[in-house]
């Protein structure tokens, strides 16, 4: 089984920074890519940014330039560097981990318990 572990989230001001870490835990032999995702009260879960096991990445266009992914394939963790924080960005935060195989060899993708992020004065 694997399972996603998320911490780093908190209530933070605006123009603040937070770094948020998601580790990958269990029989797992790669990953594709691993990514963050967003959910606000009463809005859909969008895509913040994702890295993949090459290291290309892709960002939301109201992150771009304030928040940065980045990974280490070794440990199986991926991170979100958030700079310049906006009250807009408040919502909890969901690590994701695309076509992860397992040492019995099966192909799943698997989710973190979110991890809440609060930008107020």
């Known amino acids: 089984q694997v399972q996603l572990v998320e911490s780093g989230g908190g209530l933070v001001q605006p123009g603040g920074s937070l770094r948020l870490s998601c580790a990958a835990s269990?029989?797992?032999?790669?990953?594709?890519?691993m990514g963050w995702y967003r959910q606000a009260p009463g809005k859909q879960r969008e895509l913040v940014a994702g890295?993949?096991?090459?290291?290309?990445?892709n960002y939301a266009d109201s992150v771009k330039g304030r928040f940065t992914i980045s990974r280490d394939n070794a440990k199986n963790t991926v991170y979100l560097q958030m700079n310049s924080l906006k009250p807009e960005d408040t919502a909890v935060y969901y690590c994701?981990?695309?076509?992860?195989?397992?040492?019995?060899?099966?192909?799943?993708?698997?989710w973190g318990q979110g991890t809440q992020v609060t930008v107020s004065s």
């Open positions: 890295i993949r096991s090459g290291g290309s990445t």
């Open positions: 994701n981990a695309d076509k992860v195989i397992s040492s019995l060899g099966y192909m799943d993708d698997y």
């Open positions: 269990g029989s797992i032999v790669s990953i594709y890519a």
